[in-house]
């Protein structure tokens, strides 16, 4: 018994640990978080997307999936659904892995296998 409650401590001391630390990041990284907040808005509005889809668009991107989604929007399921296919569509994209690589993909650092890609594509000279 003592073990387990000393091992619950320590738990709990890692988990306030973490929180802190993620609370600490959020604060540091707001101002950019905000800039690119942004910049995602003003794209869902250059795809043309109504309110509803550019909501959609935004959970989705945060990695929800469609039922999830539903339950938040009090909507169906089917109706989210439809509103992501809307939002591939308009943005030419075929699904939520494409929607989060345009937003994303550049914001994170290259690694071996995309250095890897570049070499093996031929030069266009």
Do not use: C
């Not at 001391?13 to 101002?31: C, F, G, N, V, Y």
């Not at 989705?60 to 992501?84: C, F, H, N, P, Y």
């Not at 989060?100 to 594509?121: I, V």
Request: aromatic share 6%.
């Amino acid at each position: 018994m003592f073990r387990l409650k000393k091992h619950l401590n320590r738990e709990r001391q890692i988990s306030a640990s973490l929180k802190q630390e993620s609370e600490e990041w959020r604060d540091r990284s707001k101002t950019y978080l905000d800039g690119l907040s942004e910049a995602i808005d003003q794209q869902l509005s250059a795809w043309h997307l109504t309110p509803a889809e550019r909501e959609v668009a935004f959970l989705l991107l945060k990695g929800m999936s469609l039922k999830e989604i539903a339950e938040i929007r009090d909507t169906a399921e089917k109706t989210a659904r439809v509103q992501s296919m809307s939002i591939y569509a308009k943005a030419g994209l075929s699904g939520g892995s494409e929607l989060a690589a345009f937003f994303l993909e550049d914001l994170l650092p290259a690694t071996s296998m995309d250095a890897n890609k570049d070499r093996e594509q031929p030069s266009s000279n």
